[in-house]
């Protein structure tokens, strides 16, 4: 079975995954749970009571649908 990968995505690593009888809808579903991720986003900037900026940060949870 062959996907197509948007040319932004090419280098995306994805764990290997070892599977046997399974549907198609089944290995779609373990690849998206395969590159699942929580990032840290940058938000906003704030500063702070001894005058310095920082960042403000959001965590979002990643994952390639298929």
């Given at each position: ?5 948007p ?42 009571g ?17």
């Amino acid at each position: 079975m062959n996907a197509i990968i948007p040319p932004e995505d090419e280098n995306l690593l994805i764990p290997p995954l070892k599977m046997r009888s399974v549907t198609v809808p089944d290995l779609f579903t373990a690849l998206t749970f395969a590159t699942h991720k929580t990032a840290n986003v940058v938000t906003g900037t704030y500063i702070g009571g001894d005058g310095k900026a920082s960042s403000q940060y959001q965590q979002v949870q990643i994952a390639y649908g298929f």
